[in-house]
C-alpha cells in the first residue's frame, strides 16, 4: 500500500477526481495511448482514432464509423474494476464530491458513482439526429450498418466526437469541484485530450496527486506521483469490504 496517498486521502475533506481511458484498462477496455491501446487499430482502418472519431468522418462515412464504434468502443461486458469502486466509496463516505471523467463506458454509474461528469458524453446513450429520441447501447450493437430511427433519421452516439464542443454546464460544473476540492487525483489519463487536460489549472487546493502508468507532462506539478494501476494503489480504501 502507498502510505503517503493514504495518508493525503485520510486528510481531504473534498477530494474532485478527474480520470481517463486508464481507468478502465483493468477492467478490459483498452485507452488510446499505450501499447495495446486503440491507437494499434489505426492499421485496420488506415485512420487514427481521431480521424475516426471525428465530426467529420461520423457524416461523411458513417458505416465505417459504425463499423470502427462497435468493434472498438463499445465493451457491454465490461464491469466495474476496483478504482471504480474505491472512488463510489469515497463519494458515498462523504470525501469526494465529483467524478469528472473523459470515459464514455460508463463504469462509475456501475460501480454506484453518483456525481459523475461526462465530459466526453456516454456510449448508453445515443439519439436520432431528426426527432431527438434516445436509444440505449443495445440498439446500436443490434443493428447492423448505420442504425437510423422509425422517422429515418440517422441515429448518433451522444459522444463528443473530434471536433465537437464540450457541453458547457457539465465543463461549468467540472471547473466549480475543482476550485473548491482540497485535494484533486488525476488518474488514468495521459493528459493529451483538450479542453479536459487544461482542467488542472483550475485547482488551487493542497494536495495534487497523479495516478498513472506512464509519466505525463505534469507530473511536475503534482505533490504526489503514483506511478501503478489504478485499481492497485486506490484498492485499500475497499479494505474490509
Ligand atoms: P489515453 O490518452 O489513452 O491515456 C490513458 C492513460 O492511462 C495512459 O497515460 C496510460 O499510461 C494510463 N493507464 C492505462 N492503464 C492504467 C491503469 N490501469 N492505471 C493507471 N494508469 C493507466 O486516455 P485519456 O482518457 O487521457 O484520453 C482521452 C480520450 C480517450 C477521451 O476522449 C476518452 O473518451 C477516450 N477513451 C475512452 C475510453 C473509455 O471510455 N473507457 C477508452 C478509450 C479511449
Redo the contacts with the bound molecule.
Sequence with gaps: MNEQLRRVIENSRRIAFL????????SG??????AD??YKAQTAYGHSPEVLLSHEFFWDHTDIFYDYYRKF?LYPEAKPNN?HRALAKLEADGKLTAVIT????G?HQDAGSRNVLEL?GS?HRNYCTKCRKFYPMEYILESEGVPTCACGGVIKPD??LYGEGLETKTLISAVTHIQRADTLIV???????YP??GLIDYFSGRELVL????R?DRDSDATLCVH????E?LSFLLEGE
Design positions: 480520470g481517463g481511458a486508464g481507468l478502465s484498462t483493468e477496455i483498452p485507452d488510446f495511448r499505450s491501446g486503440l468502443l478504482a473523459q470515459n464514455i463506458d463504469l466526453h456510449v459522444v463528443v488518474g488514468g489519463t495521459s493528459l493529451a485530450v479536459a487536460a495516478i498513472n502508468l506512464s505525463t501503478e494501476k489504478i485499481g494503489a
